[in-house]
T-cell receptor, first 115, second 114 residues
Framework: AQKVTQAQTEISVVEKEDVTLDCVYETRDTTYYLFWYKQPPSGELVFLIRRNSFDEQNEISGRYSWNFQKSTSSFNFTITASQVVDSAVYFCALSEAKMAQKLVFGQGTRLTINP | ETGVTQTPRHLVMGMTNKKSLKCEQHLGHNAMYWYKQSAKKPLELMFVYNFKEQTENNSVPSRFSPECPNSSHLFLHLHTLQPEDSALYLC?????????????FGPGTRLTVL
């Protein structure tokens, strides 16, 4: 069965620091998809990125970067030069190709950026 | 209106009440979802609808009854709920089937069962 683990329950850093959110996944499927979502205090989950299992290329989008490593089953998310507006709960999620619409989420990491 | 909207945003109900949650998506998607987010568990998928047909029921108790009259609207009818059903209920939509189509979420309905 698929599983996503976000071991960091809460992280608190000072503004402008870099911070990495960890995500480890388990799946028996060879084709799967990984996602990161952000949940600000308003409640809605905001889609950040999707990665396919056959594409291990890392991605950078502004201050955000993602490191996908199949060898360690990890899909970590780094925020560079953090800002107060980055404060939110961040969720990593996985779906397998054979049940593609079933997103399995990790517990989430609450990130607080202090001014 | 854009994206995925949900009403009401907050709901307090007694265990004997009957209420409904509404979700509407303005993205032209054809798949819609209900999720439950409670304090003690990760986000849990409840139901999936594709082209108005229910394709997934994740062992949800019958006191939760979904309805999808068309691809843009999704309801969750609630009756005789329990206090442990208090949670944030999130609606989402996506285009077609396939995990490569990301799901877009609404702001949720914060439900409190007394």
């Amino acid at each position: 069965a698929q599983k996503v683990t976000q071991a960091q329950t809460e992280i608190s850093v000072v503004e402008k620091e870099d911070v990495t959110l960890d995500c480890v996944y388990e799946t028996r499927d060879t084709t799967y998809y990984l996602f990161w979502y952000k949940q600000p205090p308003s409640g809605e989950l905001v889609f950040l990125i999707r990665r396919n299992s056959f594409d291990e290329q890392n991605e950078i989008s502004g201050r955000y970067s993602w490191n996908f490593q199949k060898s360690t089953s990890s899909f970590n998310f780094t925020i560079t030069a953090s800002q107060v507006v980055d404060s939110a709960v961040y969720f990593c999620a996985l779906s397998e190709a054979k049940m593609a619409q079933k997103l399995v989420f990790g517990q989430g990491t609450r990130l607080t950026i202090n001014p | 209106e854009t994206g995925v909207t949900q009403t009401p945003r907050h709901l307090v109900m007694g265990m004997t009440n009957k209420k409904s949650l509404k979700c509407e998506q303005h993205l032209g998607h054809n798949a819609m979802y209900w999720y439950k987010q409670s304090a003690k568990k990760p986000l849990e998928l409840m139901f999936v609808y594709n082209f108005k047909e229910q394709t997934e029921n994740n062992s949800v108790p019958s006191r939760f009854s979904p309805e999808c009259p068309n691809s843009s609207h999704l309801f969750l009818h609630l009756h005789t709920l329990q206090p442990e059903d208090s949670a944030l209920y999130l609606c989402a939509s996506s285009q077609d089937k396939g995990g490569y189509n990301e799901q877009f979420f609404g702001p949720g309905t914060r439900l409190t069962v007394l």
